[in-house]
Each structure stands twice: as C-alpha cells, then as structure tokens.
C-alpha cells in the first residue's frame, strides 16, 4: 500500500488463498467488479431471474444443526454462523446474472463463482475505521416485520453478541472504538421477495502502526466475526466440524483500495460453480434460543439474486 497504487483483493474464509490484482492488470474477460461504484463492467441489460433450489432435507440440516445447538449448550461458543450448500438452478449464467444484480460489493470470476454481497465489513480512510456487522434477517412481507425483528429476543441477543465481539476486535488495532449507530435497517429487493436486515456501526481510531499499514489492520480482523460467531477461535472449531468442508472465498472478505481509502466487503449471496452445476452458499447465526425449523427457513429465504 506504501506506493498507493489502486488493486482489488480477495482473501478466503480459511486465509489459505489470498488473492491481489493492481487495477491495470484485471482482464474483464476474467474478473468483473462493482465494489460501491468502482468498477471495471458496464451496465448490463435488465431481465427477470428465475431460481430454483434443491435444498437440503431438514433432517440433514438437524444433524448440523444438532451438533451447534450441544457445543453452544457447554458454553463452546455464544453464537455459531452455520451455512449450507444448495444446489440452484436458473436460466441465466453467472456473468448474465453479475449484470443485473445489485449490491454494494459485486464480483464475477468466470468459471468459478459469483457473489453480490450487501454487507460492509469494514473501510479504513484518514486513520479511522468503520465496521458495520450485520446480524438479523426477516422477510419484509410479513405483517409488522420491523417491528418483529426488532423487538424479537433471539435476533436482539445475536446481534449484540456481533456487536460486542467487532468492538473488541477493532481495539485491538484501534482507540477510541463506540458504537455509533445501532441496530438500523436496510431492506433489500430480490426475485419474488423483499428482506429486512440489521446492521450497527461501529468507529475507532486507528494506533499510529496500524493506521501506516491498512492492509494489516484489516488482516488482523479476520475472519469476519458477522460469519463466524464467539468467542471467534473455539466457534470456528466448531464451524470446521459441523460443515465439514472449507468455505473457500465464501464468507471471506474482498475489497478496494484506490490509494487514499480501503473499502472491503464480505463475500455472502454466493453462487459458486462446480462441474455442470451451481450451488448457492447461505447461512445464519445459531444460538441456544434457536429454532430448528426457523434457522433452517432462513438458510432458504437467503437464496435470493437482488435485481431491484
């Protein structure tokens, strides 16, 4: 970052792959980009979408989910992000979908995967830092569903506990570090359904050593906390069991740094390409007040391409 040249990064949920590309050496045959308004495509033509997922039975979701609910019960863990692989199908390939989806943090990697992601994970400009975990998921249909998320005990309980684990990670590299927006929401258009979602924002100060070195401070952070859950090194012990396969780039982290301000994102609303078929990754946070069957409908209401 010393010589402030622009480059786009990607780093994967297990830290195994990191991935750099200076701005001038993306091929767009290759690699398509749309992070906040930066961007190396351009405008796609609109077209509906249809999605069809072949998820997996509840029972088998039960065995994972089963596993989660006796490591939080010893105190394992607070809360577990747990995700799923579903097999999708649409008449529409990834680099047709990439241009007319929507979101703050878009990405296509041809032959590979796909994600168009809302979340921040965090942006580091003139010394400061700003995080913006969001935890809570409901869709927008239902009667008062504001209200209900909102004022639900176990989306309250989990969203503290992201809360709480950002702001300790971010004073490890920062001071100063307050919550300074709380539990505000964002509603998100999609295919035949609309989600309200809650994020927080939290501030610091970066240290002196950390503010000379932004890439640092953003390593130190990972993996996200949004999606992977607390205490974060006992809660990926457990995320490794229950899933039993490496996430790979989803759930990890990408971004952007035009030489001044590094923007990042985390890789959710993931497709991912493999042999003759596409997978959707999605996933939601577990914590002993969870429910089975509601855990297991939001895994399937996160199947969704934003296209409004």
Not at 227 to 249: C, F, M, Q, V, W
């Amino acid at each position: 970052m010393a010589a402030k040249e622009p480059f786009l990064f990607l780093v994967d949920f297990e830290l195994k792959k990191p991935r750099i590309w200076k701005r001038s050496e993306i091929d767009p045959n290759e690699i398509l980009f749309d992070f906040n308004g930066i961007t190396n495509a351009h405008g796609g033509t609109s077209s509906q979408v249809d999605v069809t997922s072949f998820p997996m039975p509840v029972d088998e979701y039960k065995v994972k989910f089963d596993y989660v609910m006796d490591r939080l019960s010893y105190g394992d863990s607070f809360l577990t992000n747990l995700t799923l692989r579903t097999k999708i199908q649409t008449q529409l390939s990834l680099r047709q979908l990439f241009d007319i989806c929507k979101a703050r943090y878009r990405f296509w990697m041809k032959d590979s995967f796909l994600f168009f992601s809302p979340e921040i994970f965090v942006r580091i400009k003139d010394g400061m830092i700003f995080s913006y975990p969001m935890k809570g998921t409901i869709d927008a249909t239902i009667p008062d569903a504001e209200a209900k998320i909102l004022s639900n005990l176990k989306e309250m309980a989990e969203h503290v506990t992201i809360v709480d684990l950002i702001r300790n990670d971010l004073s490890m590299i920062a001071e100063v570090v307050r919550v300074t927006k709380f539990r505000y929401v964002d509603k998100i258009k999609a295919h035949g359904k609309s989600l309200l979602q809650i994020s927080s924002e939290i501030t610091g100060k970066l240290l002196p050593l950390f503010a000379l070195d932004p890439g640092g401070a953003l390593l130190s952070l990972l993996p996200a906390g949004s999606i992977s859950g607390a205490p974060k090194l006992k809660t990926l012990d457990i995320i490794r069991n229950a899933e039993n396969e490496d996430r790979g780039y989803y759930t990890g982290v990408c971004g952007y740094f035009d030489g001044q301000t590094l923007d990042s994102g985390v890789m959710i609303r993931f497709i991912e390409h493999e042999g003759n078929n596409l997978y959707y990754r999605s996933g939601g946070g577990i914590t002993t007040q969870s429910d089975l069957h509601s855990e297991y409908q939001e895994v399937l209401d996160k199947i969704y391409v934003p296209i409004d």
